[in-house]
């Protein structure tokens, strides 16, 4: 997996003060996407022990909420692997920070029997699903860019059997 950035102190990913990982890789290709520089998947940098420590670093300072991945795809078929590997360790040695997932597919496509996807979900606290839709951008729409994208509480989501929307706070 590759990837083009890792920002530190990040307020507009989600939920408090973040750490966000822009992986490389995305087979979308959403019109007015903000970023298509991320769709290649050769580019960028290989994720390796350095960036993974650089997360941790990030992620151990108390004002840091969590996690965010986005990109590019985190789910794309390229990169869930690694993703799963990450999101496995965050949790481990971060029990208490949240983990947010950007990605343009469905919750329905997510569960659709994909063991990869299926098993990140299990890590993860909030996702934001479906493609960027040009002719429903919503500037306003909190942590999401088109009105047809969900933001979704993960956990409650599984336990009930349905999409349960994430509560801003």
């Known amino acids: 997996m590759n990837f083009h950035n890792i920002t530190h102190d ?3 990913n989600g939920d408090g003060l973040r750490v966000v990982l822009w992986v490389a890789g995305c087979e979308h290709h959403c019109k007015n996407c903000q970023n298509p520089i991320t769709w290649d998947f050769t580019d960028g940098i290989e994720f ?3 960036a993974f420590h650089e997360i941790c670093t990030e992620l151990s300072k108390p004002y840091i909420s969590g996690l965010t991945l986005s990109g590019g795809d985190p789910l794309h078929p390229v990169n869930r692997c690694q993703i799963l590997w990450l999101v496995k360790k965050v949790k481990q040695f971060f029990p208490h920070k949240t983990i947010w997932l950007y990605t343009g597919y469905t919750w329905e496509e997510i569960n659709a029997d994909n063991f ?5 979900l299990d890590y993860i ?7 960027f839709e040009e002719d429903l951008k919503d500037v306003g729409y909190h942590w999401a860019g088109s009105t047809n994208q969900r933001v979704i509480n993960v ?3 599984l336990k009930e059997g349905r999409v349960i929307l994430h509560e801003r706070n």
């Open 48 to 50: 390796d022990k350095a």
């Open 116 to 120: 990869y996807c299926r098993a990140i």
């Open 10 to 12: 990040d307020m507009n």
């Open 125 to 131: 606290d909030v996702l934001v699903d479906g493609r």
């Open 155 to 157: 956990p409650q989501s």
